[in-house]
């Protein structure tokens, strides 16, 4: 079992930064590809980003491409999501998720889940 828990969510106004991290239990957290997703009420839950194992490549929805930035720690089994140039729209609680099997941006591929961090920002 791989525990998640993520951590720094908070209130910011807009155009503000904060910058999220998820720590994983266990010492297999490299096997894992890490993903980000969020949702907001009313809403479905949608993809934020991605990073491969090794932190080689990473993915991003379009709605957050050029101000947010995922990276990963293995040595700390701690995955981070930096958000920068913050949005109202961008309000939401985050959710870490892993991936064992492959890569993808859709939430039934990724097999944990943390409980999630509020976000929210202000105008």
């Known amino acids: 079992q791989v525990q998640l828990v993520e951590s720094g969510g908070g209130l910011v106004q807009a155009g503000g930064s904060l910058r999220l991290s998820c720590a994983a239990s266990g010492r297999t957290f490299s096997r894992f590809t890490m993903g980000w997703f969020r949702q907001a009420p009313g809403k479905d839950r949608e993809f934020v980003a991605a990073i491969s194992r090794s932190g080689g490549s990473t993915a991003y929805a379009d709605s957050v491409k050029g101000r947010f930035t995922i990276s990963r720690d293995n040595a700390k089994n701690t995955v981070y999501l930096q958000m920068n140039s913050l949005k109202p729209e961008d309000t939401a609680v985050y959710y870490c998720?892993?991936?064992?099997?492959?890569?993808?941006?859709?939430?039934?591929?990724?097999?944990?889940w943390g409980q999630g961090t509020q976000v929210t920002v202000s105008s």
């Open positions: 998720a892993a991936n064992y099997a492959g890569w993808g941006n859709t939430s039934q591929e990724y097999d944990y």
